[in-house]
């Protein structure tokens, strides 16, 4: 039975959740894209997802608040940070609509950690801070990889130190207006769960959330080198195709399977 894009994160959870986050204050900004260049920056078993006759990469940024990791309660220390991310849309051989993160900003390393050894996706430290004043959402993240190295030098996989690194900066300010209900609005932001490389593997993490209500963004400033970084320059170059603003859900994530 299909399912409609915004109804597509309301699937019931295959296996009991993970993490179950509360997610606050959430810009969306996304550009068209060529599929043939977005293509090799995703691992085997994915590909870009062509909606509206484009493939899509992606900023997004908001709040987690009260992690919960089943059965234990909510935990301040896990789970109130800011993320600030590059994504990629994807879709797998099986038809399941997800996204690809290039790398996810934040300023918590127990995060950082448990994000790497357990579900294969990219966390980076950075110093990521939000703030919103009524409609207007700001959010920045700085990274600054050598200061911060001797703190993460225990998790290989994080390749810190080497070669002096430059801070990597993203900047973000978004007014929301009215609702947008549109089908390209629930295309770009509600996807069935994360495609990650875990090891050897193209693993799919099922993520759960009501239907979302969108609202269209204002972009009021938006610039940084943070996309060059990760595989996609002069992201940022152009005003995206496309500017949303949550503001509040719970989201639920749990064990899809490998995908290859």
Known sequence: MSVSPRDRASVPLLHRPVTVHAWDDVVFAHWRHDPEALAPLLPRGVRPDVVDGSAWAGLSSYVFRETAVPPFPPSRRLGSMTEVTIEVLTVDDRGRHGVVYRTVDTNNVPAIVAAHALLGVPYTFSRAGGRRRGDTLE?????????????????????????????????????????????????????????????????????????????????????????????????????PDSVLVLDGTTVRYGWGDVVR
């Open 139 to 239: 959010y920045r993240s700085v990274r600054h990889p050598d200061r911060w190295a001797g703190r993460l030098r225990s998790v290989p996989s994080l390749r810190v130190g080497g070669p002096a690194r430059p801070r990597l900066a993203t900047t973000v300010r978004v007014v929301a207006g009215e609702v947008d209900d549109s089908a390209l609005a629930a295309e770009l932001t509600t996807r069935a769960g994360i495609h990650a490389k875990l090891l050897a593997q193209t693993v799919f993490w099922q993520r759960q959330h009501p239907p979302l209500v969108l609202r269209r963004g204002r972009l009021d400033r938006l610039e940084g080198d943070l996309p060059a970084a990760v595989g996609l320059p002069g992201l940022f170059d152009r005003a």
